[in-house]
């Protein structure tokens, strides 16, 4: 069974694991196992929002933000490329393919709800049980307003490896708590909690798309959670920088590529991989309501 059987099997079992928990609150789900290619299942309905308003916001504004909170999901000045990217798949923008130019030019505000008895089961979900939930909230609304289509497959890119260098470096270290999980990014730093190194690489893709200029993927064999800290010198372009006097320009720290190495223990290989990725077969600009 190819790997993009497996993903879809996977999902298949967690979208029944959280109609199961959502379903019986205070009970536990009884385990389920991925069912076989053959087996013949009733299709359950897929997570919906009760509500949803669509509006294209003309501000021209740069902020955006987006998020859930008490079973409400809120998107201020977002395209639907940072949607797909962040709040429908957490997959990094390189892995996404296809579409027409708006999808990462018009931007859109949402306000959508689930009903109240949802919001209130979503809330004693587990952290990863909800967050998938949220997903598939998220990617419900965008197929029945976007009419979104989509599909998985491999594709070879050019890609830096995650791979070990030597021992852990002073800024990884086994989670504390495994079933915390905890990020925070800034420009030049990363904090992380409870992450694992497959977390980490698609991590490390978002958020250093510029700098690194490749997908990252984990070959580091390191299994488990890890709480991590790096700190790195972001390429500095601007003007201001480089007009900038030797005697008042502030020291550089070392590069992405040194500081993973130094601080982490690990290194990124340039080298070409199969990735997988998201294609968009069709998207429609949405009617407002």
């Avoid at 933000?65 to 940072?82: D, E, L, M, P, Y």
């Avoid at 690194?212 to 299994?223: E, F, M, N, P």
Wanted: net charge neutral.
């Amino acid at each position: 069974m190819n790997r993009l059987n497996r993903r879809k099997l996977a999902q298949c079992a967690a979208a029944l694991a959280l109609l199961a928990a959502l379903a019986a609150p205070g009970q536990s789900a009884a385990p389920i196992a991925p069912p076989t290619p053959d087996s013949k299942t009733i299709a359950s309905p897929p997570p919906a929002f009760e509500v949803a308003a669509i509006k294209p916001n003309k501000s021209g504004g740069g902020h955006s933000s987006s998020g859930f909170n008490n079973g409400r999901f809120t998107a201020q000045n977002v395209s639907i490329k940072i949607l797909i990217q962040y709040d429908a798949y957490a997959i990094p923008g390189p892995q996404i393919l296809g579409g027409p130019d708006w999808l990462g030019s018009q931007k859109f505000d949402i306000d959508a709800k689930v009903d109240d008895t949802t919001a209130e089961r979503m809330d004693k979900l587990p952290y990863l049980q909800r967050n998938l939930l949220m997903h598939q909230l998220v990617q419900q609304l965008l197929a029945d307003r976007f009419k979104l289509a989509v599909h998985w497959e491999q594709k070879e890119f050019p890609v830096y490896a995650l791979v070990a260098a030597a021992k852990n470096g002073p800024g990884l270290h086994p989670a504390k708590d495994p079933n915390k999980d905890s990020r925070s990014s800034n420009n030049g730093s990363l904090t992380d909690e409870g992450v694992t190194m497959t977390d980490l690489a698609q991590q490390m893709t978002q958020i250093l798309s510029r700098e690194v200029g490749r997908i990252v993927i984990d070959k580091t064999s390191l299994q488990g959670k890890y709480d991590l800290t790096l700190t790195w010198s972001p390429d500095n372009h601007s003007a201001n920088f480089t007009n900038a006097s030797a005697d008042n320009a502030a020291p550089l720290g070392p590069s992405i590529f040194t500081a993973v190495k130094e601080q982490l223990g690990l290194k990124m290989e340039a080298t070409k991989a199969p990735v997988e990725v998201l294609v968009i077969d069709h998207i429609e600009a949405p009617s407002e309501n």
